[in-house]
């Protein structure tokens, strides 16, 4: 952006959650059920993930952008799960101190995710609580760099039933065959363990060392080139002059208010090169390396929207009947129009998206 915008796409996530809390985990559908007891589960300090680990088991994780409802209660149908969670009373004592967590990346194909808490205020407190960090429009629009570093949180939460990440889960996330090959030589050229079968101490692989990973695995070659036509490949930075006219010849919409929205001159491209160029000689002569350069195009300053219009331009917290619904009767359908299952779910997951 022309101005120099602070984009606060954080919610604070409340201290139970990142504390965590102990739960018996469970899940059933057609074909599987899954229990897993002592679980302690947490979220993480930017509210991207709910996580759990039980001794024994791989840790696992749910990405709270895909959760679309934490529902009060739930028990299972199968007998054979009933009777693993009966510990912890008659299924109505269940129904009360347990959670549902409901996500998924489309509206029809819902993961429920089941937990039975410790007490009915332990499960009302981590509903309010996840209720109060889902559904943040911002933080589906964070900067490349901040997707990165969840990709990376991600990794870090799947560990083995020892804590270390597997290399297998690294190589998975970019790709398989010959980039595999690249995975593996990316890690070894780090010094990381780079066996398929190996694992690696979570301290070991962090964010900088992902972070050149990915970018050996996947080089941004367009970067280079637009790198080399702004210096006019005679030099390794960018000059102050050239930064200014690539930002007003290139960056800028033309079509944009010049009073609201006024050209780049010096002094803002000399902010944005102490902001991300971390070379000390580079940035005491306004220049700005290619590193630097990456750095601010994988920015919240070069958000493809203008990230000050994200907010929620009217009042979505009236009753229901204060609001249009647009809807139509195709709402309810979970597959085509014709032939298409109907369920109920359908409203209630195109109202918790705010379709109103």
């Not at 589906?140 to 990709?151: A, E, G, Y």
């Amino acid at each position: 952006m022309t101005k120099k915008f602070e984009f606060n796409w954080r919610v604070e996530v409340p201290e139970l959650l990142r504390n965590g809390s102990t739960f018996d985990r469970w899940f059933e559908d057609k074909e599987t059920t899954e229990y897993e007891p002592n679980c302690l589960f947490k979220v993480d300090e930017y509210g991207f993930f709910v996580y759990w680990k039980s001794d024994g088991k791989d840790g696992d994780v749910i990405e709270l952008a895909q959760v679309s409802d934490i529902r009060y209660g739930g028990t299972p149908k199968d007998p054979k799960l009933c009777n693993k969670i009966s510990k912890h009373g008659s299924m109505d004592d269940i129904d009360q101190k347990s959670l549902t967590i409901c996500s998924g990346i489309d509206y029809t194909n819902i993961h429920y995710q089941h937990v039975v808490c410790a007490d009915a205020q332990t499960a009302k407190d981590w509903q309010a609580g996840l209720r109060l960090i889902t559904h943040n429009t911002k933080a589906s629009n964070v900067c490349p760099t901040i997707q990165l570093m969840k990709h990376w949180m991600r990794l870090s939460f799947q560990v083995d039933p020892k804590g270390k990440v597997p290399v297998k889960v690294i190589s998975k996330t970019f790709a398989s065959g010959k980039t595999e090959k690249l995975v593996y030589q990316g890690l070894a050229d780090m010094g990381l363990p780079s066996g398929k079968s190996d694992k690696i101490e979570p301290k070991d692989f962090t964010f900088e060392k992902f972070k050149n990973l990915y970018f050996k695995i996947c080089p941004r070659n367009d970067i280079e080139e637009l790198f080399q036509s702004i210096t006019k490949g005679k030099s390794d930075t960018i000059t102050l002059a050239q930064l200014v006219q690539f930002m007003n010849e290139k960056q800028r919409d033309p079509r944009l208010n010049e009073i609201l929205y006024p050209l780049y001159d010096e002094k803002r491209c000399t902010e944005i090169i102490n902001d991300y160029e971390m070379d000390e000689k580079a940035r005491d002569s306004k220049c700005l390396t290619k590193e630097g350069f990456v750095r601010y195009l994988m920015s919240d300053e070069n958000a493809p929207v203008f990230l000050d219009k994200l907010e929620e331009w009217m009042d979505m917290d009236q009753p229901l009947s204060h609001y249009y619904i647009n809807s139509s009767h195709n709402t309810y359908l979970s597959g085509r129009q014709i032939g298409g299952k109907s369920t109920v779910e359908m409203y209630r997951q195109v109202l918790l998206a705010g379709c109103r």
